[in-house]
């Protein structure tokens, strides 16, 4: 049990354009999501905190116009890249709580030419 | 942010050899955990810690949760070449959701 799926898995995408994320808790209901940045060879830096039904909350220094996160339902919550550029290319993890311990997704990787 | 003191940064070991890591804080959690990451992929948990004191076995790994709550250690018994990947902790204060994490230690094994 506890698993969590990402979609997509690898995105490639041009300067400009915007990127939706997908994250499901698919066998259970998540009140909480967590979306997370990974850098390479670094740790998981959390962007902000998802819960269904309200808005997120967003960690400093992390653009909520610029990363939109919808959590619609107790299995899905959503990031949107709003105006992708290149350095926002990077590894993009979702994590979902189940009794307060995180379970994460595969990760999807965002690339901005 | 905050991060966790995980060390090693890095380990270079024998197949077959145990692997001990730990991390610590300057402050108490209330629950410590321990993911693996492979490469392109996202942490798994591996063990979950939720009180002082308490050790737990997952197969070969051990993780002990430290008596002053700001400390916890992972081992690995006997690697096998699976093993390979980056190990993090991770800690959760009471009644908060947000995850704390460690740098990471990298484990690579030569067969």
């Known amino acids: 049990g506890a698993v969590v799926s990402q979609h997509p898995s690898r995105v490639i995408c041009k300067s400009g354009t915007s990127v939706k994320i997908e994250c499901r808790s698919l066998?259970?209901?998540?009140?909480?999501m967590f979306w997370y940045r990974q850098f390479p060879k670094q740790s998981l830096m959390l962007m902000a905190t998802?819960?269904?039904?309200?808005?997120?909350?967003?960690e400093q220094g992390v653009e909520k116009d610029k990363f939109l996160i919808n959590h619609a339902s107790l299995t899905l919550s959503t990031l949107t890249v709003t105006s992708a550029h290149p350095e926002d290319s990077s590894f993009y993890i979702c994590?979902?709580?189940?009794?307060?311990?995180?379970?994460f997704g595969p990760g999807t990787r965002l690339t901005v030419l | 942010g905050q991060q966790l003191n995980q060390s090693p940064q890095s380990m270079f070991i024998q197949e077959g050899e145990d692997v001990s890591m730990n991390c610590t804080s300057s402050?108490?959690?209330?629950?410590w955990l321990w993911y693996k990451q492979d490469p392109g992929e996202g942490p798994v948990l591996l063990i979950a810690?939720?009180?002082?004191?308490e050790l737990t076995s997952n197969g070969r790994l051990t993780a002990q949760f430290g008596i002053t709550r700001k400390d916890s250690f992972l081992n690995i018994s006997a690697s096998i070449p699976s093993d390979v990947g980056i190990y993090f902790c991770?800690?959760?204060?009471?009644?908060?959701?947000?995850?704390?994490f460690g740098q990471g230690t990298r484990l690579t094994i030569n067969p």
């Open positions: 998802s819960n269904e039904g309200s808005k997120a909350t967003y």
């Open positions: 994590s979902a709580s189940r009794t307060d311990t995180q379970y």
């Open positions: 991770a800690g959760q204060r009471e009644g908060a959701q947000k995850l704390v």
């Open positions: 066998d259970f209901q998540a009140t909480t």
């Open positions: 810690l939720y009180k002082a004191g």
């Open positions: 402050s108490i959690f209330n629950t």
